[in-house]
């Protein structure tokens, strides 16, 4: 497989870049010996951010993706620059080139590869991917809200009051799915509202992080959530949940997650390596995936944006959730095979979901 990549930037605006946000801008772009041989100058910025972009456009489409601080450009021995992928390249060779013209910096890549042969674990019965018909528009595929972050104390009272729970209710009920926790904070008014919620919107719900804890704080509502609820918890939650401890949960959690799905009256993902997915009518699933790697802030967050995203798109609920692990376990098991099983930011997942969702159409699903 051969790629052809191409990209320009000012040099004015990496240079706006630097004044503005400094070293953040520099670490989250550049590696470290780039930053040596650079020194600040904004052409040599220019032109390594020039030719990354240019070797992110050459792996567009082939379901792998290096983040621009696991690419580095430095100078070969004869002063060409030469780029070097940080991570298992499965075999990539890279050329580059860098020219300067009219404070523009424009950089050109070819890839050449052997070509991708994406090894995919046997997916569980109950993954299912919603269509894609071809005379779809944005408007196909539902609408989710997710109620989730917090301004601290006045934020939460806010929520709480009367006039803003009618108004969540009022966009929940225009909405195919809602996803309700992530960031919400510990404020008791805030657990009211996500108590509130949780009993009566009418669409679908996907509560997690600090919904599930305002679920546990309030045991009596045990089996009166409204219908269509996933509960996302990781083993921690998941003894709030329950009243077990975490090593109990350790040692039976298939029995754990069917449990807690009768008394709560809704599918329970139990995350960790192979996730469980548990519904109340008995119905269980275990995720074939174990990958240190998704041991990381956020990437609970976007598994329960995947989830979402499913049942907006017409997906039920326990097909959603054993969907939506697979996938996401799957993005982070592609992910960790180049970068390792550290290092891995809960943005990186997102540009490989739509690569192993390729992936799975290309294979019937």
């Not at 009243?243 to 997650?257: C, F, L, M, P, S």
């Not at 240190?292 to 039920?316: K, R, W």
């Amino acid at each position: 497989m051969q790629r052809i990549g191409v990209d320009a930037v000012s040099v004015d605006r990496i240079a706006l870049a630097v004044g503005r946000s400094g070293p953040g801008f520099l670490n989250k772009v550049y590696t470290p010996a780039e930053q040596a041989y650079c020194a600040g100058n904004p052409e040599r910025l220019a032109g390594r951010w020039a030719a990354k972009e240019a070797v992110i456009k050459c792996f567009d489409g082939t379901g792998i993706c290096f983040p621009r601080r696991r690419i580095e450009v430095l100078p070969g021995p004869r002063g060409a620059p030469r780029a070097r992928l940080l991570g298992d390249h499965r075999g990539a060779q890279l050329e580059v080139s860098i020219t300067h013209h009219s404070r523009l910096a424009v950089a050109t890549a070819h890839l050449e590869m052997p070509d991708v042969v994406d090894d995919l674990l046997p997916a569980p019965d109950a993954v299912v991917l919603p269509e894609r018909p071809y005379d779809a528009h944005k408007g196909t595929f539902g609408t989710a809200i997710v109620l989730a972050g917090s301004l601290g104390f006045t934020g939460a009272a806010y929520l709480a009051s009367t006039a803003a729970y009618g108004s969540i209710l009022g966009q929940l009920a225009t909405a195919k799915v809602g996803v309700i926790g992530p960031g919400l904070g510990r404020d008791s008014s805030t657990w009211r509202l996500v108590l509130d919620l949780a009993m009566h919107a009418k669409c679908p719900l996907v509560i997690d992080a600090d919904g599930l804890n305002a679920l546990a704080d309030s045991p009596r509502s045990k089996g009166k959530l409204g219908k269509n609820r996933v509960l996302t918890p990781h083993p921690g939650e998941a003894a709030r949940l329950t009243g077990k401890t975490v090593e109990a949960i350790a040692a039976d959690r298939h029995g754990t997650a069917r449990k807690a799905a009768k008394e709560w009256g809704a599918v329970v993902v139990l995350k960790g390596a192979h996730t469980v997915v548990a519904h109340p009518d008995g119905r269980i699933s275990e995720d074939p995936h174990e990958v240190p790697a998704l041991a990381s802030g956020g990437t609970g967050d976007v598994l329960a944006g995947i989830i979402g995203g499913l049942i907006a798109q017409g997906s039920d609920t326990f097909s959603a959730a054993v969907t939506g692990v697979y996938i996401h376990a799957a993005a982070g098991r592609r992910i960790s095979q180049r970068l390792g099983d550290s290092g891995l930011l809960a943005s990186d997942l997102l540009m490989e979901i739509p690569a192993v969702m390729n992936v799975l159409r290309k294979g019937g699903l």
